[in-house]
């Protein structure tokens, strides 16, 4: 009786183990759990854009080009370039098609823009692919078509660039010596101390030599101790630039809003500064000059 018994509980014990083995295969394999396929990792985008964000600037009635480049991470088919249809009637990338390439090559493509003279003023938003049939290779890239007033005529030549600006703004010659071009909107009348008038707005181009460090580290060391609150790829001129807009306060002066863009060309930095009090009552129009004379500027040297 006893052997039957133990022969019994020996029977019982491998039924268990067979059945713990038959759950634990099935629970690889089936019945909605994780399967091969499910562990596959989703292959990400196979090109990286250098920049976020662009804006393209143009005044109405005029053309510009703005310079965007990306880097494959592994090789890519032949791909085809396009915009959004909010921007196709001003933005067209050049080229419109790339051949197969391999790991690690730098894409470049230019946007290029052309806005007819009665097109509305403001931000037009959109974005750029990069596609080999169905498939999108790219993060699609934001890019803002900015479109501003026609120019006035009021032109200045000096640190080594022309640009035009708004005839009632404010000159400081005396500073143009210095390599430095000082505009305002307050006729130059500042307060003690240098301060501008609450209400007022300055734009200030200065240049010097290009630094041995990466643009990042240059903002980090100029701009350091103020919030900056946005970096994304711009142009001047036709020539890459980085914008910055951050804020700061200088007790007991109120808060003020700024923009500054860093432009190398050649062996030169310019730095392109725009400042106005945050909230002030011309800040929408001040800002409107400015992007303004930013379209204007031709780089002489």
Do not use: C
């Not at 920049?51 to 991470?73: D, E, Q």
């Amino acid at each position: 009786m006893r052997v039957r018994q133990i022969h019994f509980l020996s029977i019982l014990v491998i039924g268990i183990v067979v059945v713990l083995i038959m759950s634990i295969r099935s629970g690889w394999s089936g019945g909605g759990q994780r399967t091969d396929s499910d562990a596959q990792v989703q292959p990400g985008y196979k090109v990286a854009w250098e920049s976020t964000l662009v804006t393209v600037r143009v005044a109405r009635g005029s053309s510009t080009t703005l310079i965007v480049r990306g880097r494959t991470k592994v090789a890519i088919p032949a791909t085809t370039t396009r915009m959004t249809p909010s921007l196709q009637e001003f933005i067209t990338p050049s080229p419109a098609s790339l051949p197969a390439l391999a790991p690690n090559s730098v894409i470049t493509i230019d946007l290029q823009a052309t806005v007819p003279k009665d097109a509305s003023l403001g931000v037009t938003s959109g974005t750029l692919h990069l596609r080999a049939g169905s498939a999108t290779l790219s993060k699609p890239l934001p890019v803002n078509l900015v479109v501003v007033e026609t120019p006035p005529d009021t032109t200045i030549s000096a640190v080594g660039l022309t640009l035009r600006y708004p005839t009632s703004w404010h000159l400081n010659r005396n500073l143009i010596d210095q390599g430095v071009v000082a505009l305002d909107d307050f006729g130059g009348q500042y307060a003690e101390g240098g301060v501008p008038p609450p209400e007022g707005a300055e734009v200030t181009i200065s240049s010097g030599a290009a630094p041995k460090i990466s643009i990042p580290d240059l903002i980090a060391r100029d701009l350091g101790g103020t919030t900056i609150e946005s970096t994304v790829a711009d142009s001047v001129g036709g020539v890459p630039a980085t914008r910055v807009t951050y804020s700061y306060s200088l007790d007991p002066a109120p808060q003020r809003r700024d923009i500054m863009l860093f432009v190398v060309h050649g062996s030169l930095l310019y730095r392109f500064s725009f400042s106005v009090l945050a909230g002030a009552a011309g800040e929408s129009t001040a800002r409107q000059a400015f992007e303004t004379l930013l379209s204007t500027v031709q780089f002489t040297q």
